[in-house]
């Protein structure tokens, strides 16, 4: 997992190619490896499952995550947890439900996005474990898909440069609207 050290808090990334069958089983065993790292006193581990295809890349999502932490710092989330609140913030939307809906994995084949804050290494190790081999890097940014999710005009494109700076933007104005 790529390693990056944020407002003293340390953020993996990792993407992995997966595919999931029972949506309920498969997120409760995240959450029993979250729980498990809980409970060997890492209080403050957040693990976040992200859909890849509406990342548009890891600059996007780092930003996300430091909004959200700040959100955190200063009583501003919209969100009670803080893997929603990095999905709301990566999203560029205000209702978690709609952020669900655009980020959250799903049954069947998936290119997922995991975020860990300030997990240990046996806990990253164990996402691993259940996720199979992580890909070297992010899987290619597909600027269609991306359009068509955040529903990302040509003009818009133009005049901000390219697609993840849109996101970030976006992220970022999301800030003067909550």
Known sequence: MDQHDLMGH???????????NDLNKFMALIKGI???GVSQGH??????????QGIAGEKHL???TLQALKAFDKNENTAKDLGL??????????????????????EGKNEICVVAVDCDRDVLNKIEEVLG???????PVNEN????LYKISNEELKSVG?????LIERSALLNLEI
């Open 34 to 36: 979250k729980d498990r």
């Open 145 to 148: 898909t991306l359009k068509k």
């Open 133 to 139: 081999t992580k890909q070297d890097e992010k899987l």
């Open 10 to 20: 340390t953020i993996n990334i990792a993407w992995f190619n997966v595919e999931i």
């Open 43 to 52: 209080e403050g581990c957040t693990i976040q499952l992200l859909n890849a």
């Open 85 to 106: 609140e990095i999905c709301v913030r990566a999203s560029a939307q205000r209702q978690i439900s709609r952020a669900l809906k655009i980020l959250g994995v799903k």
């Open 162 to 166: 390219n697609i993840e700076k849109v």
């Open 62 to 64: 780092l930003q996300a």
